[in-house]
Each structure stands twice: as C-alpha cells, then as structure tokens.
C-alpha cells in the first residue's frame, strides 16, 4: 500500500512540479504569458514523457513481451470493441447524474481543438496513465494480503478518479478505473488496458472535433428524439455486454 500511495503522490508531483516549470519558462521563451493551445499541448506532452521515464527507467512498472508473446490479438479487438460500447451509455448515465463543477473544460476544449492535442489525449495519456495507475499502483495494491482483488482494484480506481483532477470526470473515471483494473488483473498486462484507453481517448477527441460543443446533450445529436437516445443506448449495450463475456472468456496470464 505504501509503494501505491508513493506512486500516486510521485506521479501527481511530477504533474504539478512539471507544469509550473514549464509555465514559468513559457513566457521566456514565446513572450507572451497566455494561456495557448501549443502551451497546453506542450507541457502535457512534456509531463507525461517524463513520467513514462521515470516509471520505466525505476523499474516500478514491469515491461515484459511475455504476455505479448501468447498473441492476444483477440482480447485486444475485444478491449477496443468495449471501449466503442461504453461510451454512449456512460454518456447517458452521467446526463441522469446531478451536474458537477468542469474545472479544467476550457483547457480541454483547447486541446481537443487542436490536431496535435491528439498526440496528448488519445497517445501519451493512455500509455502514461497505465503505466503508473495499472502498472505501478494496482500492481502494488494487488500484492498486499489486507486487500482482496477487488478491494485493490476499486482503491486503484478511486486513485485513477482523484487524478483528473476534474469533478466531472471522476464518476466516469472511476467506472472505467474498475473495467480496466479488471482487465489488468485477469491479464497480469497494462496491454488490454491501454488498448481500450486508447479506444476511448480516440473517440473521445473524434466527437468532440464532430460536435465541439461540450455541453450537447445526447436528445440534440439524435435530433430530439428521446428515444433514438434510449435506442442508442440499448445498442451500445448490446456492443459492450458481449465484449465484456468474450474478454471474460479470453482473457488470461502469460504463465497459464
């Protein structure tokens, strides 16, 4: 538990400590002090490089092709295919949800605005994230004997919540946190993991540059029809209920 909690702070103090440096010298360098896309995009790059080298050069997450090598192509379709079906239900539910502060939407909206915010959201996130959160933190949790599996996978999605940093985000976070916390500890791999935060980054950055309004409800893109919404939902269900069966059914370690 120790070694999780330290992982949680170093990663979020690379976060801040990396930011403030490069918003420091960001003025120096461009002489302006706005707050710009190209800043934004920058230092999210530059934060999550750093953490991908300080993880893997410390050896805190595992890097291994043995789970590679039992070629699981079929359980990362299903990861993938998963992701595609989450995304309009969890929509749903979070429109049913009171609505919680957005603290961090315009710089969102600045990066997903911009081609290159891609290389942030839907690359180094979902690479940077699992390296630390199901690589380093889970696989930690999962190691204590005060923990059942479920008990660290649900504490590592609480971690994986908190560090958004964003109200909004966290409930949805947290649901996904569990789902990949899941597919990590069925597959001893943060592959799977990465393939469905991939997934769902991508998508995510591909609706908003379709529909950039981060306010539009899901009635408005089915044309106000309440029920081509719940249609929709039931769909996505049907995509990811039998997703979540066949990962359930194909998912497992190397050593087996």
Not at 236 to 242: G, K, Q, W
Request: proline residues 6%; glycine residues 6%; aromatic residues 12%.
């Amino acid at each position: 538990m120790k070694k999780a909690i330290s992982y949680l702070v170093i990663f979020l103090g690379i976060q801040i400590l990396g930011g403030a440096i490069i918003n420091a010298v960001w003025p120096l360098v461009t002489g302006s002090s706005d707050k710009t896309p190209a800043l934004l995009i920058t230092t999210t790059v530059v934060v999550s490089v750093i953490v991908i080298i300080v993880f893997l050069w410390a050896r805190w997450t595992e890097v291994s092709p043995k789970w590679l090598r039992t070629r699981p192509w079929t359980v990362l379709a299903w990861s993938v295919v998963a992701a595609l079906g989450t995304l309009i239900p969890s929509a749903w539910v979070q429109e049913q949800m009171p609505e919680l502060p957005n603290l961090v939407e315009s710089e969102f909206d600045m990066i997903l605005g911009n081609r290159w915010g891609y290389v942030t959201i839907g690359l180094l996130a979902p690479l940077s994230e699992e390296i630390v959160m199901r690589g380093g933190i889970l696989k930690e949790l999962l190691k204590s004997t005060k923990l059942s599996p479920w008990g660290a996978i649900a504490i590592s999605a609480l971690f994986f919540s908190l560090i958004h940093m964003n109200p909004a985000q966290m409930p949805h976070a947290f649901v996904i946190g569990l789902l990949l916390g899941w597919m990590y500890w069925r597959t001893g791999s943060i592959l799977p993991c990465m393939a469905y935060h991939w997934a769902n980054n991508s998508a995510a950055y591909v609706i908003y540059n379709i529909y950039p309004d981060p306010d539009i409800k899901l009635v408005e893109l089915f044309k106000g029809s309440e029920t081509h919404v719940i249609l929709a939902v039931v769909f996505s269900l049907l995509i990811l209920l039998p997703a979540l069966y066949q990962l359930h059914l194909w998912m497992r370690r190397a050593e087996e």
